[in-house]
């Protein structure tokens, strides 16, 4: 059974005792940079669209790795993110990373609810869905496992999700129109687990796969993305899927875009006419595509931006504020970020500018009114 900590830093024992640990948690190596006398400031950034372009502002917690946004019906937005905690012998020996939950009032006020818990720093994900009841749900990669977390305002649940003998490494949770809670979760293999009645349950495993991507559109169908790879340094194969559950009894799709070597991760966004939109960088640049209602029918894509596999590489997201694509993406080369929407079959890029050296974790959610919001890690320019 793992514990959970709202408002008060925590850390887990193998045991699953809680060992409380003081609030004000070191700052990640590098620190962060608050003094107005330097050039920059290192932070997590929440960003909103307005008519003379996109905001940006400083989330009050130390977390800066791997964030990710949900947003509620009543416009709350929650952001969960990471941090590493170095060892503080003789009680730490080894390094540690904690979970750490921020709330945006719709009113913009912001709230800290602290450190969730702390786990092994092996590699991590997170993935949020925020439901109408106000209860955030959270997939997390704990300790070479799937998390999932149930914070309700007053209340929170853990559970470890079965998965085979490879650690978790990524993973994928998305509502489908009644209501149920599916997470996509693995490293080599890939679980398919389904939330119902008060319990998950497996619903289909693929023994090849990483980098999952899972939506769900208004019909019903689900729409799943992931990478199998091509070999050492080939990079990897885009595979689509989709389920109805009106009539299928398992996912039917394989791969698309196979003349194309893909690179992580895809991003994986549903438009209203049940339409999969994916984002993904590739050998020939960060590719944007449309597929067919039926997989068998395929992909056809574009290339967005850049040349190469550095456009976008790890760090991408896509949105469809009505129906229209918007995506970020960070260069890989440069550390600089773009933000871009399609119109009339074009992309227009624009450089986010006042930042440099960073948007690390990019995440992309809509409001309720369908406005588009973004969070990453990175350098901000003071002013002079």
């Known amino acids: 059974m ?130 109408p009841d106000g209860v955030l749900y959270v997939l997390y990669g704990y300790n070479g496992h799937a998390l999932y977390l149930a914070i309700g305002p007053n209340s929170a649940d853990a559970q470890l999700l079965d998965n085979d003998s490879s650690p978790v490494t990524h993973g994928a949770l998305a509502e489908d129109a009644a209501g149920r809670l599916h997470a996509v979760y693995g490293g080599w293999g890939l679980t398919h687990q389904i939330f119902a009645d008060g319990q998950w349950s497996v619903f289909q495993t693929f023994d ?85 209602a039926s997989p068998a029918d395929g992909c056809v894509y574009e290339v967005a931006a850049g040349y190469d596999w550095s456009a976008g590489y790890e760090y991408a997201d896509l949105v469809l504020p009505n129906d229209e694509p918007l995506a970020v993406y960070r260069d890989a080369n440069t550390a600089d970020g773009f933000i871009g929407h399609r119109r009339d079959g074009l992309w227009n890029w624009d450089h986010i500018s006042g930042f440099e050296d960073g948007f690390i974790g990019l995440d992309l959610a809509l409001d309720p009114d369908g406005a588009p919001e973004l969070v990453f890690a990175g350098w901000k320019k003071n002013s002079q």
């Open 2 to 131: 793992v514990a959970l900590c709202l408002g008060v830093a925590c850390t887990m024992r193998d045991n699953g005792d809680v060992r409380r640990a003081t609030q004000d948690t070191p700052p990640p190596p590098g620190g962060l940079n608050v003094n107005p006398q330097s050039p920059r400031t290192w932070g997590l950034w929440f960003g909103w669209l307005t008519p003379s372009g996109w905001s940006f502002e400083k989330a009050p917690t130390p977390a800066t790795i791997i964030p990710h946004l949900a947003v509620f019906d009543s416009g709350m937005v929650a952001i969960v993110s990471t941090r590493l905690i170095p060892p503080d012998p003789p009680q730490q020996t080894e390094a540690q990373q904690a979970l750490y939950l921020t709330y945006r009032s719709p009113d913009d006020q912001w709230e800290n609810s602290g450190e969730l818990l702390r786990s092994s720093p092996d590699p991590s994900f997170t993935a949020a869905v925020g439901a």
């Open 208 to 292: 090849n796969g990483d980098y999952p991507d899972l939506a769900f559109d208004a019909n019903g169908v689900g729409h799943l993305m992931f990478l199998v790879s091509r070999g050492l340094n080939a990079g990897y194969r885009l595979m689509y899927y989709r389920y109805d559950p009106q009539q299928d009894k398992q996912w039917i799709g394989g791969e698309v875009l196979g003349e194309v070597a893909v690179q992580p991760a895809p991003q994986l966004a549903v438009d209203s006419g049940g339409i999969a939109h994916v984002l993904t960088p590739s050998n020939l640049g960060l590719l944007y595509a449309t597929c067919a």
